[in-house]
């Protein structure tokens, strides 16, 4: 048994997931205790200005066979403020490419010793597949549109400490919801707290569907916009779309940009938030992208706390069910 | 070839017979001598003195099953599953005779490669194998084949599956051309712009699991297209494993005006739906894809009015280094020869949906209509293709135990009921199970 740094409360008694896959197969319960944890890691790294090393002798491998910076950073430096080392294994192909499954290249990467892998793939499922596959903790950094946990994660817990809760508040989740991880991740997070949930873009984007989960859908953001809490506007994923579902970026634009004069008719204390990276001019001007309302500088420096309360809650599982390194 | 055991007489006794041709469902026995059904319930005067008797008491009697599409790999994917291995599991799942598919590599589009099928099936010698021959020059989907020379060389019906016949111009000169020959033009019915790149089926759960869709619709339009194209040639055609509610709207109102046209289906999509694919498991991945509940309940009630006709393996094996991969990397299709039976057994027979003439009906005596070849029935003095299936058998689908050169099945793990105990080809004894009781 470790022993529970200081500042951390003890570990909690009810948490037992080994793998962070989804938010979809969450508890309400399960992903405050997430939010409560990713707050108490910013208290005890005091805003991460130092590390606890609760994860000391542990290894973290992140796995990217997906493009990314700012996903892969921000794991590294959770692991690494917990004390732990990170392995990091990056390839932009697919690992088939080289004559090697992915899941090959899992069981190599954890044969070298790591606890958890972090993973990331353009394919859905993913991180579920690796799940059944080894033995360490497997923790999905966006498994093709399917769910980006630690984003919703990351996005709750900002408008959390914005709104001060999230029960009874309207988010409206605006753009490419289609392939858009986080739009699921946010919609499942959301709806188990209690929000108000719309989704918003093209109808080539946004399925009516999505109403029989109990999200509203629009295809219009300007009527949508004065009942509005929360915008979180998702970035135009080109690279998934097969065919372009809209005409142009510049119809797009004018249909669902964020713009000074949209931000006029918007609530007064309306929050801002985009995933990342943006696509300035696009999904969001720059003046409202850097404006007053804007938290999305605030959603980055919360990723490292909800990725630190992550990997420290899921290994804190494998310790007390036994390693599964002997 | 005239085997001993051809000459042996085999007398099967107290089995259930269930004949769909003849309308026989009753408790008896058949006479087999000299490789066909030589009398059903026999005086005890007229049988041979020399007799092997088989108690299948308990047991269904029925004529061999026949598939309309399994694919047998050679020649050039030899990974997936080859004439021997996919013969040999053919006669574990009750059949006697198989159709294969045209998509191997080189695809099976001239005279020499049907022959080269015929060859190795015959040299394997387990079940009977017919040949479908491509409908376009190498399955490219541009020019007919030589469907006259394929004939010739043997070929029983033309298809480019498992992909549509996409260019309609094509199609309706294939249903043209094959009337000539009297010999069926196999589609299978996908609008390839509406489905490419998909995973799985378009709904909720697609919506969900964020896998690229495969919209219903993409059947129905093909299905309608092909449908209005036969009414045009009045070409034989049969539409390959359908799977939307669209598609057996269409064939119910199609059958009313008197087409003759024909389709089937694939356990998959009477047994399993989409909600599967929560899994992420590749052998879930397939084509037609599962679809949901509404799709499903729809195919059932085709089946049960006849508007489905027959009942296809859809069995496509995949190596296992190609399905374990990322869902949307991996192959589509499963192996599926060895459980089709009793997946019919568990799913239709079981729950009442389908009594057993219905079951046999589609399961070997259409097959045989649609295929054009002997079989699918017990008349005195055909080639005795004969299955024994013990209804009652509980099994549960393990990778271990299959035949199959692939693994690949959708079933893994699950406990069916049912399974083929003798399979007897042309008179010959060819599959005892490996069962004890």
């Known amino acids: 048994m470790t022993v529970a740094h200081a500042e951390l409360p003890d570990f909690p008694a009810t948490w037992r997931h080994r793998h962070l896959l989804d938010l979809e197969s969450l508890t309400a319960e399960e992903i405050t205790t997430l939010l409560d944890w990713s707050e108490h890691m910013a208290v005890a790294t005091d805003f991460g200005r130092r590390k606890i090393p609760v994860l000391q002798g542990k290894t973290i491998a992140n796995v990217f066979f997906e493009n990314s910076t700012r996903t892969r950073n921000s794991f590294s430096l959770a692991a690494r403020r917990l004390g732990a080392d990170t392995v990091e294994f990056a390839s932009s192909g697919s690992s088939v490419s080289k004559g090697e499954t992915f899941i090959d290249t899992a069981k190599t990467i954890e044969a070298m010793g790591v606890h958890a892998v972090v993973v990331r793939h353009s394919a859905p499922g993913t991180a579920f597949l690796l799940a059944g596959h080894l033995n360490c903790s497997v923790l999905n950094a966006g498994d093709g549109p399917h769910e980006h946990p630690t984003q919703g994660l990351l996005d709750i817990l900002t408008i959390r400490q914005c709104r001060g809760k999230i029960e009874g508040l309207t988010v409206a989740l605006v753009g490419d919801i289609a392939h858009s991880r986080t739009a699921r991740s946010n919609i499942w997070g959301l709806k188990k707290l209690g929000a108000h949930v719309i989704v918003c873009g093209p109808a080539t984007l946004v399925s009516r569907q999505w109403e029989k989960f109990g999200v509203e859908v629009s295809h219009n953001l300007d009527e949508i916009l004065p009942r509005c809490d929360v915008l979180n506007l998702l970035r135009i994923q080109f690279e998934r779309q097969s065919t372009r579902p809209f005409p142009s970026v510049h119809e797009y634009a004018l249909l669902y940009a964020m713009t000074a004069e949209r931000m006029r008719r918007s609530k007064p204390d309306i929050l801002i938030m985009a995933p990342g990276p943006i696509n300035r001019g696009v999904e969001v001007t720059p003046e409202v992208a850097d404006g007053p309302h804007s938290v999305i500088l605030k959603q980055v420096t919360n990723g490292i706390f909800v990725r630190m309360a992550a990997l420290r809650l899921l290994l804190g599982v494998s310790e007390v069910n036994g390693s599964c390194l002997a | ?422 399979v007897w080809v042309g008179g010959v004894r060819k599959y005892i199970a490996p069962i004890q009781n």
Not at chain 2, 49 to 75: F, V
């Open chain 2, 1 to 422: 070839m005239l085997g001993l055991a051809e000459t042996t007489a085999t007398l099967i006794e107290n089995a259930r017979w269930i004949d769909p041709t003849q309308g026989i469902n009753r408790v008896g026995r058949i006479l087999i001598h000299y490789g066909a059904i030589a009398a059903i319930d026999p005086n005890d005067g007229d049988l041979p003195s020399e007799l092997q008797r088989i108690d299948a008491s308990g047991w269904i009697g029925a004529p061999g099953l026949i598939d309309l599409g399994a694919e047998l790999g050679e020649p050039g994917r030899e990974e997936d599953e080859t004439i021997a291995a996919g013969t040999m599991a053919a006669l574990a799942g009750g059949y006697t005779s198989i159709a294969c598919t045209a998509n191997t590599e080189p695809p099976i589009d001239t005279a020499a490669a049907v022959e080269f099928v015929r060859q190795k099936a015959m040299r394997s010698d387990r079940c009977r194998v017919h040949v479908i021959g491509c409908v376009s020059k190498h399955r490219q989907g541009k020019e007919l084949a030589e469907i006259g020379s394929l004939v010739d060389a043997g070929a029983v019906a033309f298809s480019d599956a498992p992909g549509p016949i996409e260019n309609t111009a094509l199609l309706r000169r294939a249903l043209e051309y094959c009337s000539m020959f009297d010999r069926p033009v196999f589609d299978h019915p996908e609008v390839k712009s509406l489905a490419e790149g998909g995973i799985m089926h378009e709904g909720l759960v697609q919506l969900v699991l964020g896998l690229a869709p495969i919209p219903a619709e993409a059947e129905d339009l093909a299905t309608s297209r092909d449908l209005r194209l036969v009414e045009s040639t009045g070409g034989r055609l049969h539409l390959t494993n359908i799977s939307t509610s669209g598609s057996v709207d269409l064939m119910r109102r199609a059958k009313e005006r008197g087409l003759k046209t024909t389709c089937g289906i694939t356990p998959a999509n009477f047994c399993l739906t989409d909600a599967a694919l929560r899994s992420f498991d590749s052998n879930l991945k397939l084509q037609p894809p599962l679809r949901s509940e509404d799709h499903k309940e729809a195919c059932i009630k085709g089946l049960q009015d006849g508007t489905i006709d027959a009942i296809t393996s859809g069995h496509r094996p995949c190596a296992l280094e190609k399905k374990m991969q990322e869902l949307d990397l991996a192959p589509f299709g499963a192996s599926t020869l060895e459980t089709t039976l009793a997946s019919v057994i568990t799913y239709l027979i079981r729950p009442g949906i389908l009594n057993w003439t219905q079951a046999i009906e589609k399961l070997s005596s259409a097959p045989a209509r649609i295929l054009g070849v002997e079989g699918g029935s017990l008349q005195i003095g055909k080639p005795a293709d004969v299955v024994l299936i013990d209804p009652d058998h509980r099994w549960v689908v393990q990778p271990k135990g299959m035949l199959s050169r692939s693994k690949n099945n959708y079933f893994t793990g699950t406990e069916l009921f049912g399974c083929a105990r003798m």
